[in-house]
T-cell receptor
Framework: QKEVEQDPGPLSVPEGAIVSLNCTYSNSAFQYFMWYRQYSRKGPELLMYTYSSGNKEDGRFTAQVDKSSKYISLFIRDSQPSDSATYLCAMSANTGFQKLVFGTGTRLLVSP | ETGVTQSPTHLIKTRGQQVTLRCSSQSGHNTVSWYQQALGQGPQFIFQYYREEENGRGNFPPRFSGLQFPNYSSELNVNALELDDSALYLC????????????FGPGTRLLVL
């Protein structure tokens, strides 16, 4: 079993839709939770970061962490065609070095 | 502020050869991590360097090795290349103990024939 599970998609939505992306994990030591966006043939770009449980909002993006369920989510409001990319969740435990454990990534397609 | 840069962008090698990939950290960052991303997969942690020493390693064999230089730039060396080494190799720089500030470069795409 992988430490981090993420549906690979693709997830296809019309422009303006609310998008929900999710990851589950098995390692209860994870304390840091990140969402990265990766365009084709590019490096991952950090979108959101959350420490421990709770919600965080940044513009059209909202990240949620539920440590009791080992479940994290990223919501995108008013989705745009430019949001079409692969979204990677990543997690880290407070082990003294910064190893990120990534999900497989979910490919999102937003059609005009 | 300059971002993370990597070279070369693309590389083709044959089985058994050796390869060196290079990374320049973002200005002010003293920690470099390397990841391997196979097609359709998430990045896998290879190792991390801090102050020119290996600071942590993932499940990769010893033929994957690295260096960090005094200016915090880094190299990833892979010996005895195998077909499965074909992947996008990503470098990320960060300030030590600040997990949220890992910034990735564009990657080097390696194809092993």
């Amino acid at each position: 079993q992988k430490e981090v599970e993420q549906d690979p998609g693709p997830l296809s939505v019309p422009e303006g839709a609310i998008v929900s992306l999710n990851c589950t994990y098995s390692n209860s030591a994870f304390q840091y939770f990140m969402w990265y966006r990766q365009y084709s043939r590019k490096g991952p770009e950090l979108l959101m970061y959350t420490y421990s449980s709770g919600n965080k909002e940044d513009g059209r993006f909202t990240a949620q962490v539920d440590k009791s369920s080992k479940y994290i989510s990223l919501f995108i409001r008013d989705s745009q065609p430019s949001d079409s990319a692969t979204y990677l969740c990543a997690m880290s435990a407070n082990t003294g070095f910064q190893k990120l454990v990534f999900g497989t990534g979910t490919r999102l397609l937003v059609s005009p | 502020e300059t971002g993370v840069t990597q070279s070369p962008t693309h590389l083709i090698k044959t089985r058994g050869q050796q390869v060196t990939l290079r990374c320049s950290s973002q200005s002010g960052h003293n920690t470099v991590s390397w990841y391997q991303q196979a097609l359709g997969q998430g990045p896998q942690f290879i190792f991390q360097y801090y102050r020119e020493e290996e600071n942590g390693r993932g499940n990769f064999p010893p033929r994957f090795s690295g260096l960090q230089f005094p200016n915090y730039s880094s190299e990833l060396n892979v010996n005895a290349l195998e077909l499965d080494d074909s992947a996008l190799y990503l470098c990320a720089s960060s300030l030590r103990r600040e997990v949220e500030t890992q910034y990735f470069g564009p990657g080097t795409r390696l194809l092993v024939l």
